[in-house]
T-cell receptor, first 116, second 117 residues
Framework: GAVVSQHPSRVICKSGTSVKIECRSL??????MFWYRQFPKKSLMLMAT?????????EQGVEKDKFLINHASLTLSTLTVTSAHPEDSSFYIC????????????FGEGSRLTVL | AQSVAQPEDQVNVAEGNPLTVKCTYS??????LFWYVQYPNRGLQFLLK??????LVKGSYGFEAEFNKSQTSFHLKKPSALVSDSALYFC???????????????FGKGTHLIIQP
């Protein structure tokens, strides 16, 4: 199947700093990507839909100024957690839609953010 | 609004026995249903999906799931469990199907499957 890569897989940062997480579709073009957040022992929560060349669509309750999403190319979406706080610590997972072929959703390996 | 319920936090099964992980859903319109597996600190791996057609769907690693419209269920099954099947399993639903695929999925809370040797 297609591969979606997330980087970094783990990041530790100080409170107040910003952290960028990248999601890349390695062997297909993804006009649509999705960002999820997973709390410990909890399900995945859809944060936003990232569309190439346009603004992201955020789910209700997700602060768009806090979680900046940029989908500047057909193979890359980035999630920037701005002015991070300890409560932003979580496992963030992206998925990409392979529109041109099967339309399948492929998930990245996830990025664990720890804010001290 | 769409939702998914996985009523069991954990399912324990002896190796070699059949396993079932339960999932019920609520969605307006046609449901598009998925099962994913997650190993510790990893992303999600696709197991199988139901879009239309045959109610019994066969997927990866010997897993299958049965779509039951009247009971709004999509339980995951395997005839003979392996210790390596131990992981966190998520059921997911989407009410949209565009470009040949689902849009953002709504996930259940997950079920820990523990296979005992």
């Amino acid at each position: 199947g297609a591969v979606v890569s997330q980087h970094p897989s783990r990041v530790i940062c100080k409170s107040g700093t910003s952290v960028k997480i990248e999601c890349r579709s390695l062997d297909f073009q993804a006009t649509t990507m999705f960002w999820y957040r997973q709390f410990p022992k909890k399900s995945l929560m859809l944060m936003a839909t990232s569309n190439e060349g346009s603004k992201a669509t955020y789910e209700q309750g997700v602060e768009k100024d806090k979680f900046l999403i940029n989908h500047a190319s057909l193979t890359l979406s980035t999630l920037t957690v701005t002015s991070a706080h300890p409560e932003d610590s979580s496992f963030y997972i992206c998925s990409a839609k392979d529109f041109a072929n099967t339309g399948e959703l492929f998930f990245g390996e996830g990025s664990r953010l720890t804010v001290l | 609004a769409q939702s998914v319920a996985q009523p069991e936090d954990q399912v324990n099964v002896a190796e070699g026995n059949p396993l079932t992980v339960k999932c019920t859903y609520s969605v307006s319109g046609n449901p598009y249903l998925f099962w994913y597996v997650q190993y510790p600190n990893r992303g999600l791996q696709f197991l199988l999906k139901y879009i239309t057609g045959d109610n019994l769907v066969k997927g990866s690693y010997g897993f299958e799931a049965e779509f039951n419209k009247s009971q709004t269920s999509f339980h995951l099954k395997k005839p003979s469990a392996l210790v390596s099947d131990s992981a966190l399993y998520f059921c997911a639903v989407s009410h949209t199907w565009a470009g040949g695929g689902a849009d953002g999925l709504t996930f259940g809370k997950g079920t820990h499957l523990i296979i005992q040797p």
